[in-house]
């Protein structure tokens, strides 16, 4: 991996995230190479954090998240999604960011195929569910490394305007971490690639 692309993911989620937007993410198989510019993410801050999987230390389901910088961390959610993380900072600090959503900017035929769901291009990596679907990423690519021709990240030539650059609370994350006290998520703004905001549903109260 790049010696100065690594150092500047050496950082906290929160700085990093912002300037992911713009990023290109590509993932390339036997099957070919999908690339997504990314438009959307969200920053969280491990064990500081209480909307993050590493909030109460680590287990083997997110040892990935506790670095180092330069690989990614891949869950599976619901049952029935997987969801790709950048991660951030040094070692021992489980800081990563959430590859929300993005467009589709090469390798459009194969997306299609592994998203024969989608209504058009825009929605072929619109959410991280669909993100990580549409680059043919599994709990099997937890722990990744970039690496030139396999996985990569390329950071774009000129830094997204903070004028197009929107924030606010993270999506569908439950309790205090999904409040305004904690606006991570980062987009940009006009992008039609962005997925809709949705705070957590309520859990329901058991009967008595």
Not at 187 to 206: F, I
Request: charged residues 20%; hydrophobic residues 40%.
């Amino acid at each position: 991996m790049d010696a100065a692309l690594l150092q500047w993911l050496a950082r906290s989620a929160v700085d990093v995230a912002p300037g992911l937007l713009g990023a290109r993410l590509a993932s390339t198989t036997a099957e070919g190479t999908v690339g997504v510019r990314i438009t959307e993410v969200e920053a969280y801050l491990g064990e500081h954090d209480p909307g993050s999987h590493a909030f109460r230390g680590q287990t083997n389901r997110n040892k990935a998240m506790f670095g180092p910088a330069g690989h990614i961390y891949v869950y599976f959610t619901y049952g029935m999604h997987h969801c790709v993380n950048i991660v951030c900072g040094h070692p021992g600090q489980a800081t990563g960011v959430l590859i929300r959503a993005g467009e589709v900017v090469d390798g459009v035929p194969l997306a299609e195929r592994r998203r024969p769901s989608a209504r058009g291009a825009l929605e072929l990596a619109r959410g991280p569910a669909r993100l990580a679907q549409a680059l043919g990423l599994t709990l099997a690519d937890n722990g990744r490394a970039f690496v030139p021709g396999e996985l990569e990240l390329h950071l774009p030539p000129v830094p997204a305007p903070a004028a197009h650059v929107r924030s606010g609370p993270r999506v569908g994350v439950s309790g205090e971490g999904g409040s305004e006290n904690y606006p991570w998520r980062f987009w940009l703004e006009g992008e039609k690639t962005v997925s809709p905001y949705r705070s957590a549903k309520p859990r329901r109260r058991s009967a008595d």
